[in-house]
């Protein structure tokens, strides 16, 4: 196993400032008029499993990064999915992209491993790239791949050629590079300790630090919509920030989830939040400095990653496997 030697940033986080919890006692005041506008999601169906992390939806797939695995499940029946295809990966599976055909997988340790999806029975692994530290989370753009590397940054590779993936560049963030979003030529690294990087990736072989926002706990996922990101800040819970600026990224409101926000992603004007023990939270951010609860549903287990299509939510959680939730 390979070991991440870079020393991080070791700053106490209980030391920030107390800003955002004046957004949260806001909320707090103003939250018993918005009640009539809540619902209780419910479950249409799941499927058992444990090690689930992540999962993204195609079609009438999921794909799952399922310990050692992508599990890949037929979902075109919500009450009933059922397993149709697995393709066993050298290192933990953390993370899932799809694009057409090709299923893009963080590995861990094993780095990058792209996997052939074209017939969902028979997945084929067509070639590997082994990063340099530990590969939690990737995003592809066109024939780019953007992992997140943890202590390693943020690696950029060539996929063009999946049999034969090349490692274009990198950029080594202050923390541990967890989760990565890429809109245009900017990509966006949920840094853990050292909040939300914000990365030019123009030049894929030179990228260089456009500006940073350090949130006020551990920035563990992100997502991009429009000129707003989306941070699930694990025991801050939801950070809302402008990066309409990206060289001067501004804290919009903080939104305290029961748990552990451990994965966000964004569907309109609903932010679907994995809150680890708290399972998912549905959240309406149409205004951005105010945000407020719209439902939840307790998955009973450990919720980790979330997948939107539509108007259904794909939780995976570690304990319970995959959940699908309208």
């Known amino acids: 196993m390979k070991s991440i030697t870079k020393k991080k940033s070791g700053k106490n986080k209980h030391q920030k400032s107390l800003l955002p919890v004046y957004c949260v006692l ?49 979902v075109s029946n919500p009450g009933n999915p059922a397993l149709t295809g ?38 084929i692994l067509l070639g590997s790239y082994d990063t340099s ?97 989306y941070v699930a800040d694990e025991r801050c819970g939801l950070q809302i920030i402008d990066v309409s600026n990206p060289k001067a990224p501004i804290l919009l409101c903080n939104y305290a989830t029961p748990d552990w926000a451990g994965c966000v992603y964004v569907s309109g004007n609903t932010a679907y939040v994995a809150d680890e023990g708290s399972g998912l939270q549905l959240i309406d951010v149409s205004d951005p400095k105010a945000p407020t609860l719209l439902g939840s549903y307790n998955t009973q287990g450990f919720a980790t990653g979330v997948y939107v299509s539509g108007s259904t939510a794909y939780v995976v959680d570690g304990l319970r496997g995959l959940l699908i939730i309208a």
């Open 133 to 229: 530290g530990f590969a939690a989370g990737v995003h592809v753009s066109g024939k780019t791949a953007y992992v997140a590397d943890y202590g390693n940054g943020l690696q950029i590779i060539d996929v063009s050629n999946p049999k034969s993936p090349v490692l274009l560049g990198g950029y080594d963030t202050p923390g541990y590079a967890w989760s990565v979003y890429v809109s245009g030529n900017i990509a966006y690294v949920a840094d853990e300790g050292s909040g939300l990087q914000i990365i030019d990736v123009s030049n894929p072989k030179m990228p260089t630090l456009l500006g940073s926002y350090d949130t006020s706990g551990y920035a563990r996922s992100i997502h991009v919509s429009g000129s707003t990101a």
């Open 26 to 74: 806001f909320l707090t005041l103003i939250a018993f008029p918005t009640l009539a506008k809540t619902f209780t999601p419910r479950l249409l169906g799941h499927t058992a499993g444990e090690a689930f992390h992540a999962v993204s939806v195609s079609g009438s797939y999921a794909y799952v990064a399922a310990g050692n695995a992508l599990a890949i499940f037929n």
């Open 86 to 123: 697995r393709c066993d990966t050298p290192g933990s599976a953390r993370g899932v992209y799809v694009s057409g055909s090709t299923a893009y997988v963080a590995g861990g340790y094993s780095g990058l491993q792209i996997i052939g999806i074209s017939n969902p029975k028979n997945p």
